[in-house]
Structures are given as C-alpha cells and as structure tokens.
C-alpha cells in the first residue's frame, strides 16, 4: 500500500496518514483540528484531558492514543462529542481555581482557548474551590497550581528533555497534584531553571516565567488573533509549536 | 532514625530494583508504622529514583501512609453489605469509646480508625483490618473487647483467634470446588498432553476470563506465546476488590495449588518460566500460607526447575500485595503497580500479551480462571465445554451476600438462573440485586429469570442481595462514594465526574436535591460511560442509571423542593458568621424560599 | 432596525438590573452601548435597576445580574428577581464563577472579618454585630449556585457589543450566541 493509499475518513473527508501515526497526528497534519489539550508533538500521547475523545468505527476511542488504520471511520464534528468536550472543559475549570481576569497567562492559555471553542458560557458545575498552593521560591520561574490541569507535560519534559525529573504527579483521584522534587517541595530548592523545556511546555498557566506577564495587549494574543482551532492545525500543518 | 535505618537497609537486602519500591514500602511500614519523609528519601536514594518517586507511590495507595496512623490502624470494611449488617453504628461506637474522630490519631493509645472500601468478607461481615489482618463477625462486643485491648497496647499476635477466622462458606459446590484434587495431577495431565495439546485443550474448553471481562483465556494464551520476545511472564490477579466479590479468596485460603498448577500450567504453555500472584493488601493474612504452600510445592518438585522431572520446564511464581487500590484490578494498572508505580491503567493497544510487566508478553488471569485450567487439564476440553451454555462454558463461582439467609460461595454452571440462585441462598422478598458489583447491573425481580452468561448477565461473581425494605437510593450512593474514592484520577471524566456524581448525591441524600441533580447525574454517567480511560470511569455510573431508571420512588422521596435547589444549605452558610459576629437575630438566618 | 417600527406598536420589554457582589464594571459596560440606550428606550423600560434607582422588581422579562453572592442580602435580592423575571442572566465573571471575591473562598470568613475589623491593640475592637448588617457568606458563590440561571454572558466585564449582541438576540426571540471575538473571560 502507498502512502497516497493509507487514509482514514474524519467526517467524511478522506485524511492521509503516515504509517504510526495516531489518528490526532494524521488529522492535525492534514489541516483537520480535533480539539486536545494534553497532546504535545514533542511527547509521547498522554491520554488524560480525553478532549479528544472520538468515534471510530462505532466504538468511543481517543483521538490522540489510537493509531490510524485503514478502513477507519471517524466521527469528529458531532452534537455530541461536541457536548461531552464542553462538560469535560467545564470539569477542567470547576476543579481548579480558573480566574481569568488575573491570570497572566489569558489569551495565551490552551484551556481557555479550547474553553471558546466548545462555546462554555458558563463552568455549569459547583466550583470546588480547591486549596491549592503558589510556589514562588524560584528567582525565574512562578508556579500557580490553582490552574493545573495535570497533563504531565511539566513530569514528562523535566524527567525525558532536562533530565531532572523536578515534577511528579502525586495522589489519586481528586487528590492529584503535582509535587516538587526537593526536599522542602519548593522549587527555589532545585536545580530548575527558566531555561529548562519543562519552563516552557505548561499549555495553561501553572508554570509561568516571572517578570514577563501580561506583555502582550489584549486583543494582539496567541487566541485573540485566531481560534485555537485555526491556530493548531496552522501550527501541525506549518510545523511550528 | 538509627532504628528506620537499619529497617530500611533490612528491606533493602532482599529487594534493590525500583520495580519492587511498593513492597519495599509496604514492608518497611509493616516494621516502622508509616514512611516518613526521611525513610522515603533514603529509599529512593538507595534505589537510585527521585524522591518524588517514592511519595507519588506513598500517596497513591490508600494503605501507605505518609504520617503516623498508631500502633494500631482499624480500618471499617465500607461496603453496602457491611452497613446492612450494622457497621455504621459499630464504627461510630468504637469512635464514641476510643473519643476519636474518623481518621483522626490519638496520641495515647496510638490508634486510628478510618473507613476503607470492601475488605471481600461480605459472607462474614462486619468486617475490620486491623494492621491489615481481617477481624470478621463484628458485634459491640467485639468492638469493646478489641477497644480495650488497644487501650491495654496487647499485641495482635495475642488476640483471641476466633477474631480472625475467616470461613470459606461453600454452600454449593460444583466441578471446581466439589471435586477431590491430588496436588500435581493437573500439572501431569498437562505435561502429558503436551504444550500444543494443552493449548487445544483450552481452545475446545472455550474457558473466558473470570475475573469480568470475559476474554477467551485460549486466544490470550496463544498470543502471548506468539509474541515476540524470549521472556514471558504469567500473573494471576488476585486483587478481587470489585465489592461484593470473595470468591478468589476462598481459592486462595483451600484451592491454593489449583490456582498455582494453573498458573504453571499457563507458563507451560506460553512459555514463561515466572508468575507473579498480585494478592490484595485486604488478604494480607493469606501471604504466610500462601509462601507456605508455594515451598511446600517446590519441595514436591511441582514448582522451580524441571516441574514434574520434566526438562525444560521451569517455572516458579513470587508474590506481590497490593496496598489498598480498587483500579489495580484492572490488568493494566495492576502492573503498573507490579513495576512499583501507582496503579494507573495504560494506554491500550498495545495490550499486556505483547507488551506487559516490563515491556514484556504477559498474561494476566484472573485466580478462578487459572483454577479451571486445572480442571481442563485433567478432563479435557470438551467435557468443560459440555457445562455451562455455548458461550459461556463451564461452570461460574459467585459470591452471595446481603439478605439472604446462607451468604457465601455458590458454584453453577453457566446459565442458571437469578432466581434458582436466589432460591438457594434463601431469600424472600427481594427488591434487587447487583450482580457483578457497581460496576456490574441491578436488577429487578421482573429480571430474575434472566441467567447469569456473558451472553446475558455477565459476572465476575459478586451477587449482593437487597430485602424489600432496602434503600436502594443508599445503595447506589455507597456505590458512587466508592467510585470516587477509588478513581486512580488519570483522565478527566472519571476524576472529576466521579467525584461530581458523588456530590449530587449526598446533595439529595441531604434532602437539598431537585431534577437538576437528576439532569446532572445522567449526563455525567453517559460522558464517563462514553469518554473515560479505563473501565472503572465507564462503568461509575452504572448504579445511579440503573436505580433511577427501577427504584425512582427512592429518589423522588428525596426531591422534595421544585427544580432546583441552591448548592449549598444556606443557612449554614451563614454559620461562621453568625458565630464570630455573635449574632443570632432573624436576620442572621435565612430560610427556605417562601 | 425596521423591527423597531413595529416594536413601539407592542408592549415594551422589562428589563431589570443589579450588582450583588460586583464591581459594576459589567453594568457601566451595560452604559458603553453609548446611544444605542436610546433604541433599547423606544422598546424596553427598566425595572428595578441602579439606572432607575426602583428598589423592588415586579414582574419583568430580563433580569441581568452582576455579581456573585457573598452576603446575606444578596440572596433576598436575587430570589425577588428570579421570581419576577422569565429570563435570569448572570452577566460577568463574578455572576458566573465568583470573579474576584471569590479569591476569599480558600480562607475562613470568620479570619477575615478578625483581620479586617479587630485590633490587636485594642480589646474593644470587634466584628460589628449590627443587626442591619448583612452577614458573610462562608464562600462567596457564583448566582447558578443560588437559582437556575437561563443564560450566561461571560467577561470581565463582557464588552459593551457582547451585551448589546445578546440582549437584542434574547429581545427578538433568537437563540443568543457570542463569536470568537466576542466571547471571552477576561
């Protein structure tokens, strides 16, 4: 089979993929965006956010772990897989402490972005507002874990990229969080740095680089200017991220 | 700190890899009572991992403890059928007489007391662990009598015997539990028959997966064995922690060998010269027998080189616990947790019998299917086959419990009938029962002709049983607790939904519940059903479809104000307010809406 | 806008405002439709609001709540308007989710109002007890937490357009929606 043969069907439009791709891959390079939030190009797929939850076949997957494989019928666009992203979002924002309004990372943040997208009006749920701490022991480098949506890009690019394994994801179930790796838990106490990929991997604004917020007008920011719709599948398909 | 030095360095001698930090853990709180910061640290730096390594497993497993639970720690079994038997009031008693609250450490006597999930001794409840041996069988009594011997600082290996006495109740014996067994002739047979002929047997046996999922145990076996790779690996999960299921422990306590011939008998034909028994930590009081019977086969030739004097056919098997994880009964998880990570399920595919425990072929069985691979060694495939229904063979351990008047072990072939069931365990007047635990079905008395088959009502063997005056809004709330503290938190639907579920629950429990809950509560169970990782999430939210959908009066005696009820009960809202301004006018307060 | 020839010839739209625990930001971006006020006149009269300084709501057809509850006289507010009007809108970060007084909520109310009104130095100091006074909730909440909200206009505030886009859309019947440029959080 060629690879001009090898393709799948996202709603109903013939996608190509390369042998080992993942059907979140195929799309995003052939300019179709299925909505994701844990999914990094650099990284192996995580498969936790499940925004990218899917149809193939008849049969529930994720977009971002399942390979594509001939013969795949996949169902993106609709009404609802549509509804299930949008709660899931809104479970994201209830479960943390998501205040917009102050957070230097708006305008540039993945949640938020994919938040518009799904057209959330409104987190729909009881807030838990949760406790949840601010580390900012570290000259360069602020971490705010009311906005953590545990992806473990921070766990997987300080252990895989930076070899120093700072984070790690502790816990379970609701209980989850994600803990420094120092003896006092600060991350002024390690050997981390704002030049790590670790600094710069956070899709939300957990992990954010002191003296640097809000540099960008409003109305000039990464989704201000585009839906992150159009601005990840320009980015997959450029090459860029 | 001399002290927990020398106990790590102990624990360290036996076990060096990473692999092994959960039962290096376990067995170095077993000595020092908790794993504080300073005993972590060494841990990981004798093992070579970072420190966050070993606290992320420390707060994973709800048995690990990151600060001082007392000398001792009594944990009540939570399960439905623990609270109908009067556990509620039992634990608050023991509260009451220790002046503890739930969780709390009390300095004197060194004691805690907490609630845990179902401990798998629903025939013989209310149950406790205590230091993780199982107390069954407990009355007021009981609870005094042990209060006083915590006050007293006795040593457990002193208490009365008759605490830990465990039952294994068979009430119908069927092929598997019926049958005399000679120790070794199950592994003969299949010497006899040959690898190929073993695996044609199991092929005509048509056996699948007791543990729940139903998988066809001859395809898992042949693809493992045609994966590629030299080593092979066979693990038994004996983590049973599906509420309302103690089938495998009754296998474990009197059918030990059937269970390790078959486990042999699957590296026989796999290939594989290493099993691995994931035990739960709720049956920690079988690891001495269990390590007793494994040496005693050694010593008979029927484990370790050369099985039966026949060349090339090594095999031995190493036990592993668990520490207190609901999810690592999920294959994957479950060896995540024997590579001595937290339990989280994998992504799949690739599935475990081509890339398993250490990246490499694995099968992972469950305790009675590898049970009846001795059986299908001894008389063949096609007798198997010949019980049971077409697609599903053999016969089926379920675990009864609940109202029902002979709670315990009952072996059917495949196909019977709720109701004959029902008939046997003796019960009247039934309003429900869940088959194959929350994650499983409720049904009703309308459904009680159905059978229990993979075809029909499929089960990994829990059979609670419900009398008429039962609450079965209670039932699916225990159930929607359970969930959400067992949920491993990996993906969002379950981490969050579970805990969402709960909440509108406990929200109508408290009478503050509307249709807006109901609205909730049914979207959240089809999103977690079409959109969660791993079987737990899909299946969380079973329970509240099911008892909506057949016991909605239950509910709706709870919905008692209009559409919507505010999330919070207002006036207690007020509360702390009230206390710090000193304040109690009518004004302080606020009603119901008039 | 020839809707609004035919519109004088029917009954005029009620509309009702309030900030509960708001910074009446969302309501001076209520003011920033600039002269548009003057077509939203032809066609709506204002109820209770801080515009008319009316003190209690009859019955209305939007009611546009600013704010998230925090107090005791929150709640006496918001359930006279949600009683009163077809239509609840929780306008504004703090409506929808607490907004900024909600950055209380990891904190114990009864600390604050210690920190806030007593003085270390002076015993007499204390929480004022008046029985006038509204008392603190232990969180402040967002307004769908307190009564079913039937639509949300989300920012801080929403921009004069997004107000103006959705209620036109919810005057003339039409199911509101906010684009991307419109529709944001901050």
Known sequence: MSATDATILIDEVQVPFAPGQTILEAALSAGVYIPHLCHHPEFEPHGSCKLCSVVVNGRNASACTMKAAAGQEVEVDTPDLHAYRRTLVQMLFVEGNHFCPGCEKSGNCQLQALAYDSEMMTPHFVEFYPRRPVDASHPDVLLDFNRCIQCELCVRASRDIDGKSVFALAGRGMASHIIVNSPTGKLGDTNFSAADKAAHVCPVGAILIKRVGFSTPIGERLYDLEPISEEATRCAVGGEK | ?594 | MSAHAEASALPKVRLATTSLAGCFGCHMSLLDIDERIFDLAKIADFDRSPLTDIKHCGPCDIALIEGGVCNAENIHVLRELRANAKILVAVGACAINGGLPAMRNRLDVGDILDEVYRDADDVRSHVPSDPELPLLFDKVYPVNEIVRVDYFIPGCPPSAEAIWKYLNDLILGRMPRLDHELLHYD
């Not at chain 2, 205590?130 to 290996?157: F, H, K, M, Q, W």
């Not at chain 2, 029902?404 to 072996?411: D, K």
Request: charged letters at 25%; aromatic letters at 8%; glycine letters at 10%.
């Open chain 2, 1 to 594: 700190m001399a002290a927990e030095g020398d106990v790590v360095a102990q624990v360290l001698r036996r076990r060096a890899n990473p692999t092994e930090l959960l039962q290096i853990l376990r067995e170095t709180q077993e000595k020092l009572g908790w794993i504080s910061p300073e005993t972590g640290r060494a841990i990981a730096s004798a093992l070579g991992v970072p420190a966050t390594r070993v606290e992320s497993v420390v707060e994973f497993y709800s048995f690990l403890y990151d600060r001082p639970q007392g000398r001792y720690r009594i944990l009540f079994s939570d399960n439905i059928t623990d609270r109908m038997l009067g556990s509620l009031a039992l634990f608050e008693h023991m509260l009451k007489r220790l002046k503890l609250k739930r969780g709390e450490v009390s300095p004197d006597d060194g004691v805690s007391v907490d609630l845990t999930s179902c401990t798998g001794m629903c025939d013989q409840g209310p149950a406790v662990l205590v230091n993780s041996r199982a107390v069954t069988r407990l009355t007021a009594r009981r609870v005094d009598e042990i209060c006083d011997l915590v006050r007293g600082g006795v040593p457990i290996a002193e208490w009365s015997s008759d605490y830990f006495r465990v039952e294994d109740n068979v009430r119908r014996a069927d092929a598997l539990l019926g049958s005399r067994y000679e120790p070794g002739s199950a592994l003969s047979a299949a010497i006899a028959l040959g690898r190929q002929g073993m695996l044609d047997e199991m092929k005509r046996s048509n056996l699948r997966g007791r543990g729940g999922a139903g998988f066809t145990t001859a395809v898992k076996w042949e693809s493992c064995r045609n994966a590629p790779g030299a080593d092979r690996f066979i693990v038994c999960n004996a983590d049973e922690g599906e509420p309302g299921t103690f089938k495998d422990r009754v296998l474990l306590a009197s059918y030990p060998e059937r269970v390790f011939e078959g486990m042999a008998i699957a590296g026989f034909v796999v290939g594989a010269a290493r099993g691995l028994l994931y035990l739960r930590g709720e049956y920690r009081y079988l690891l001495e027998p269990l390590m007793a019977k494994l040496e005693a086969m050694r010593r008979g030739r029927l484990l370790g080189a050369s099985i039966c004097g026949a060349q090339g056919f090594d095999f031995d098997i190493d036990i592993h616990l668990g520490a207190g994880a609901y999810i690592c009964g999920e294959e994957s998880a479950l060896i995540e947790s024997l590579e001595g990570k937290p339990g989280k399920p994998r992504i799949r595919p690739p599935f475990p019998v081509t890339v398993g425990y250490l990246g490499k072929p694995t099968v992972v069985n469950n305790v009675e299917t590898l049970a009846q691979a001795t059986e299908i060694a001894l008389y063949g495939g096609r007798t198997f086959a010949g019980r049971g229904t077409r697609r599903s063979s053999g016969t089926k351990i379920l675990s009864v419990s609940g109202d029902c008047a002979r709670p315990g072990l009952y072996e059917y072939p495949f196909g019977v009938r709720v109701e004959q069931v029902l008939k046997d365990c003796g019960t009247s007047d039934v309003a429900a029962v869940q088959v194959s635990g929350p994650s499983g079905v409720c049904l009703t008395p309308d459904e009680f002709r159905r059978h229990v088959a993979f075809e029909d009502v499929p089960t990994a063997g829990a059979f609670m049983v419900f009398g008429k005056d039962r609450d079965l809004f209670e039932v699916a709330r225990n159930f929607a607790h359970f969930f959400a503290h067992e949920s491993c938190g990996f993906c969002t639907p379950c981490r969050v939904g579970t805990t969402l579920m709960r909440d509108a629950l406990d929200k109508i429990a408290d009478g503050r519940g509307s249709r807006y809950e109901i609205n909730d509560l049914m979207r959240l169970a089809e999103l977690l059903r079409r959109t969660s990782h791993c079987g737990l999430g899909q299946t969380a939210g079973n329970p509240v479809r099911d008892t909506w959908a057949k016991f909605r009066p239950a509910y709706e005696r709870r919905l008692i104000r209009g559409e919507f009820d505010p999330a919070v009960d207002l006036d207690a809202a007020l509360a702390r307010a009230r206390e710090i301004a000193g304040r109690d006018d009518a004004a302080a307060h606020i009603g119901a809406e008039a």
